[in-house]
Antibody, heavy 119, light 107 residues
């Protein structure tokens, strides 16, 4: 069964760091571009970052650039998001999302992991 | 940066047709994808590449894209269609853009 499972969320103080993981099963991670998308409580979807199959191409939303780092380990079938200098406005559920192999839409999502930034 | 504009809410009676718009500058020149998100769940794609339906999505879901507006249409609306709907495109800088989302309420 195809599955994406995020982990690593939790409560962190402003200025702190957190590393999220997304573990894939049921498919080969290296066959797909991957993304992180977040959703603040009661708000809409916000794209965070994308990484190509090999990790050679990486893009970030402007508000995350310089603070967040996306990476992947295809051998471990895992995607990561290192988040530094966290702010209260980074509080959100963070989803990892797989890009369809043939097209550029998100065809599978994890259930998300909640990150709360608060003192 | 590219902006997608959706109405915050749409209400429709069961059995009627719901229309959700997604406005963007020359959005007709882009490929639009639509996602449905129910409370506490991850989004699910209901339309990709302007008008294609993934397997398992009812034929009641259709969409079009032209000019400055993309449109998601849900025919014969059911109570189970109540959800938030998001449009999504890739902009010219390889960034993903989501619309603000539309809450569909089934009266």
């Amino acid at each position: 069964e195809l599955q994406l499972v995020e982990s690593g969320g939790g409560l962190v103080k402003p200025g702190g760091s957190l590393r999220l993981s997304c573990t894939a099963s049921g498919f080969t991670l290296s066959d797909h571009n991957m993304n992180w998308v977040r959703q603040a409580p009661g708000k809409g979807l916000e794209w965070v970052s994308s990484i190509s199959r090999s990790g050679n191409y990486i893009y970030y939303a402007d508000s995350m650039k310089g603070r967040f780092t996306i990476s992947r380990d295809n051998a471990k079938n895992s995607l990561y998001l290192q988040m530094n200098t966290l702010r209260p406005e980074d509080t959100a559920v963070y989803f990892c999302a797989r890009v369809s192999g043939s097209y550029d839409y998100f065809d599978n999502w994890g259930q998300g992991t909640l990150v709360t930034v608060s003192s | 940066s590219y902006v997608l504009t959706q109405p915050p809410s749409v209400s429709v009676a069961p059995g009627q047709t719901a229309t959700i718009t997604c406005g963007g500058n020359n959005i007709g020149g882009k490929s639009v994808h639509w996602y449905q998100q129910k409370p506490g769940q991850a989004p699910v794609v209901v339309i990709y590449y302007d008008s294609d339906r993934p397997s398992g999505i009812p034929e009641r879901f259709s969409a079009s894209n032209s000019g400055n507006t993309a449109t998601l249409t849900i025919s014969r609306v059911e109570a189970g269609d109540e959800a938030d709907y998001y449009c999504q495109v890739w902009d010219t800088s390889d960034h993903v853009v989501f619309g603000g989302g539309t809450r569909l309420t089934v009266l």
